[in-house]
């Protein structure tokens, strides 16, 4: 049964993000030194902090507003640090703009002080100057002043260079103010120094540029731009040691939280680890593990023992249509896997997504929920500001053996009716088309392909290799292709060999893959999934019920590449393979499902 449902259940509405209105300057008065009177004081006159709107399902639109409506969620609570230069201030530039958190940065709070000329200003100018660390109850009465506001309650906060000394990291646990994680840029000493020493400021957008590698865009701009005090050589290299000094007790404290980072990547590099892992985060949080949500598992180098706690898949899944939680489940977890393929460069990759809306050999197949997944994977790269074509196969074929596969039937006119936003994404960030070397445009910077399959007695691979051909470089995308060999009664599909086609599908690399195990040739009871999101292992997991009778899974192994239906068995019996033996007993029965 298909379903024609492209969107009617999943709204997509869009939205524009408006900038913050300007902060007036502030000033503090010695005698405001207390916390709670530093606390209102904060409440009024805090300057720079930048406020966008909080949301969780961000496929969003920095550039052009390309937002689809979201979820309001519990908000994130992330503290960064790293040495003098490591990029913390060039992250939360654009962790604000995408996850609108409240940025609470120490230096910039303390920089308005001194520029203002008020008293905590002049205290914290010569310390600041020589590179010292302000005293730390300044500092720390200052950030917990701006974390009490109800801007930062709402929206999430964004701690940047605090704590930076194992009092301050304690004053916050007395609070109990911890964050849902703890980012630590990594950059080798001598980066840093360069860094520093050519950095430059614009007073007015508060930017940060480098001589070198972010250099201003016009001769205006770069007419404007200011160097902090702090950043010659000599001060930069005692910011350095301080922060040696402390960097260790910091980290203790937030043991179980933290996240390293390898800063000396180009800075996008560095922001979509840093998204992926604040979307995982948030995802959890919604799914209501919130208490679980900061301990990262092993996607995050910790051990796997805890990724059962942190990190399920959603239950229910027998129950058909799937709830609009489970499906925005998926498609961000499609979504995240593919942008951090595209990001590390894959040009050819594929998903595999088998949930029973998603499977064509089930009859509660919804077309619908397949245009909804390509829609938000479309729309979050023209988000990004590149040009994607969606492709849909047309009819293959001529006279008596003309055809398309039926899942696709009607396909291209949804995709041009569905609801992509009022602003101008479909038509110029995003295009449809058909498959074939014909349908590449030089101005196309990414392909999704939807579905792409053979039919019987016509072969989709020679114009699917004919578009990849055309493509050169470009990232193309497979959405469930099925691109296995068919039977062919009057060898049309014969035209390039078996071999050369299979090779060929098999060159796409899987970048994510979920699917349902059964049992015997069933499809219910689910018996458990199996799930990989690039670039971490196929995860295995079992569905049981818990002593209340709800079901969960649980992981029971991982998996360098794809298990064979003999290492699953094993793993659901609790036995190590004995590779001559073939499987038998209960969970024989899931050899097939892998043979594919
Ligand atoms: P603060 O302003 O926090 O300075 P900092 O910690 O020394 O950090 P920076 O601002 O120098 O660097 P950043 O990591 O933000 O790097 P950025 O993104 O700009 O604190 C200043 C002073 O205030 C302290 O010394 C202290 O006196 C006082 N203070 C603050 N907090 C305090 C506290 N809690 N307690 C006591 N005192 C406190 O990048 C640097 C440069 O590199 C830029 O030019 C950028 O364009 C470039 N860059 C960034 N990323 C990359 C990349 N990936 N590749 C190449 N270049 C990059």
Redesign the pocket.
């Known amino acids: 049964m298909l379903n024609y449902a492209a969107t009617s259940s999943f709204n997509c509405h869009t939205k524009r993000f408006t900038a913050p209105p300007p902060s007036p300057g502030y000033n503090l008065h010695p005698s405001s030194l207390s916390l709670s009177s530093l606390s209102s004081q904060f409440h009024h006159n805090l300057p720079s902090i930048s406020v966008y709107n909080h949301t969780h399902f961000n496929i969003l639109p920095r550039t052009k507003g390309l937002k689809v409506r979201c979820t309001q969620n519990e908000p994130l609570k992330v503290m960064i640090s790293?040495?003098?230069?490591?990029?913390?201030?060039?992250?939360c530039e654009m962790i604000v703009q995408k996850f609108g958190l409240v940025h609470i940065?120490?230096?910039?709070l303390?920089?308005s002080e001194v520029a203002a000329g008020s008293e905590i200003g002049n205290q914290?100018k010569e310390?600041?100057n020589s590179?010292?660390?302000?005293p730390?109850e300044v500092?720390t009465n200052m950030v917990i002043g701006r974390l009490s506001r109800e801007d930062a309650k709402e929206k999430g906060w964004l701690l940047?260079?605090?704590?930076?000394?194992f009092a301050?990291a304690q004053s916050l646990e007395k609070m109990k103010i911890r964050p849902d994680v703890f980012i630590a840029?990594d950059v080798p000493d001598e980066i840093l120094i360069d860094?520093?020493v050519?950095?430059?400021l614009d007073p007015e957008t508060g930017k940060?540029?480098?001589i070198k590698?972010?250099p201003p865009e016009t001769e205006e701009v770069k007419a404007r731009l200011i160097t902090?005090p702090?950043?010659t050589e000599e001060k930069v290299k005692s910011?350095l040691q301080i922060?040696k000094q402390n960097v260790e007790a910091i980290l203790s404290t937030y043991s179980d939280l933290l996240k390293k980072i390898d800063?000396?990547?180009?800075?996008n590099v560095?922001f979509g680890e840093i998204t992926s892992m604040l979307l995982q985060i948030q995802k959890e949080k919604e799914l209501g593990k919130s208490e679980n949500a900061s301990k990262l598992d092993s996607q995050f180098n910790k051990s796997p023992a805890t990724k059962e706690n942190w990190r399920g898949i959603p239950t229910n899944l027998n129950n058909i249509p799937h709830s609009r939680e489970i499906r925005e489940y998926f498609y961000d977890d499609v979504l995240q896997a593919t942008q951090r393929a595209i990001s590390d460069g894959k040009t050819r990759v594929k998903v595999e997504i088998n949930i029973p809306e998603l499977n064509p050999e089930q009859d509660v197949y919804r077309i619908g929920t397949l245009m909804e997944l390509v829609r938000v994977i479309a729309l979050s790269f023209a988000d990004d500001g590149k040009r994607v074509k969606v492709s849909v196969q047309g009819s293959m074929g001529e006279g008596a053996l003309a055809g398309m596969p039926l899942q696709l039937a009607g396909t291209r006119q949804i995709l041009e009716y569905m609801d992509w936003g009022n602003d101008g994404a479909k038509g110029d960030f995003i295009n449809f088309g058909a498959i074939g070397g014909k349908e590449v445009d030089e101005r196309d910077d990414i392909f999704i392909l939807v579905a792409p399959q053979n039919a019987m007695g016509n072969c989709i691979i020679d114009d699917l290799r004919a578009m990849t051909d055309a493509a050169g470089s470009r990232p193309v995308i497979l959405i469930n292709p099925r691109l296995k060999d068919l039977p062919a009664s009057s060898g049309i599909m014969q035209t390039m060999g078996r071999e050369k086609r299979l090779e060929y599908a098999a060159s796409f690399e899987m970048c994510y893959q979920f699917r349902l195990l059964y049992y015997a040739g069933t499809q219910y009871p689910i018996m458990g999934a199996l799930r990989m999101a690039y670039p971490y292992r196929y995860e295995l997991f079992k569905r049981v019920n818990d002593s209340t009778g709800k079901e969960k899974y649980v992981i029971l192994s991982t998996f360098p590449s794809r298990p064979t239906g003999d290492e699953v068995n094993d793993a659901f019996e609790g036995r190590t393979r004995d590779k001559n033996k073939n499987s038998s007993g209960f969970w024989g029965f899931m050899n097939g499902i892998f043979s594919a």
């Open positions: 790293g040495a003098p230069a490591s990029g913390k201030g060039t992250q940065s120490t230096g910039d303390l920089r914290a310390y600041m590179g010292r660390l302000v730390d500092v940047d260079g605090f704590p930076r000394s301050q840029l860094r520093c050519g950095r430059r940060i540029y480098h590698n972010f902090r702090d950043d910011r922060y800063g000396n990547r180009p800075k560095i």
